[in-house]
Antibody
Framework: QLQLQESGPGLVKPSETLSLTCTVS??????????WGWIRQPPGKGPEWIGN???????HYNPSLKSRVTMSVDTSKNQFSLKLTSVTAADTAVYYC???????????WGQGTVVAVSS | DIQMAQSPSSLSASVGDRVTLTCRAS??????LNWYQQRPGKAPRVVIF???NLESGVPVRFSGTGSGTHFTLTISSLQPEDYATYYC?????????FGQGTKLDIK
């Protein structure tokens, strides 16, 4: 069964860049009609969609984060990545990667990784 | 952005109860509405997609209805494993947006 796993630093300093990678296992990232996404969830709040990427590299970003977000994909490693620049405490959250499936829904999720922004 | 408003924000109910959660969109989203269940410390998991379609493996006691701007998720007979927070999410437009959740706990 397809699995996703986030990885990256759990602590980032203010004004620096948050970098996370999602590794897809037991399935290919290079599959038609599926996008791969990042979602974050600040403590005690609802999820916030960050963006989606297709295996070709085509992206859709949340306009509220677009100026600071870059997503990329590495099909040879079956991974996709997130970079968020100029972070502040407001970027502290659990970050999830997920698959955006055929039914326009996030149908498979990683377990999530906690990222704290603090000096 | 399309705003998603969920009510109530929290709900206490007993095992065996029938409960209905509500989600309202700030504009017409047709049937592009998904429901997720999130247990503490876990990732969300989809329970209903496209308003009324049960995700594979989800018990049939879950059902969804609605269209346009008003949607509901009903659990026909609450089980202990159903106590969680439920989020609605619209897939009609970018940015994809979620509601703030309804926390369902034991009465």
């Amino acid at each position: 069964q397809l699995q996703l796993q986030e990885s990256g630093p759990g602590l980032v300093k203010p004004s620096e860049t948050l970098s996370l990678t999602c590794t897809v296992s037991s399935g290919s990232i290079s599959i038609s009609h599926y996008y791969w996404g990042w979602i974050r969830q600040p403590p005690g709040k609802g999820p916030e969609w960050i963006g989606n990427i297709y295996y070709t590299g085509s992206t859709h970003y949340n306009p509220s984060l677009k100026s600071r977000v870059t997503m990329s994909v590495d099909t040879s490693k079956n991974q996709f990545s997130l970079k968020l620049t100029s972070v502040t405490a407001a970027d502290t959250a659990v970050y999830y990667c997920a698959r955006w499936g055929l039914h326009n829904v996030f149908d498979i999720w990683g377990q999530g990784t906690v990222v704290a922004v603090s000096s | 952005d399309i705003q998603m408003a969920q009510s109530p924000s929290s709900l206490s109910a007993s095992v065996g109860d029938r409960v209905t959660l509500t989600c309202r969109a700030s504009q017409n989203i047709s049937d592009y509405l998904n429901w997720y269940q999130q247990r503490p410390g876990k990732a969300p998991r989809v329970v209903i997609f496209a308003t009324s379609n049960l995700e594979s493996g989800v018990p049939v006691r879950f059902s969804g209805t609605g269209s346009g701007t008003h949607f509901t998720l009903t659990i026909s007979s609450l089980q202990p494993e159903d106590y969680a927070t439920y989020y609605c999410q619209q897939s009609y437009a970018i940015p994809r947006t979620f509601g703030q959740g309804t926390k369902l706990d034991i009465k």
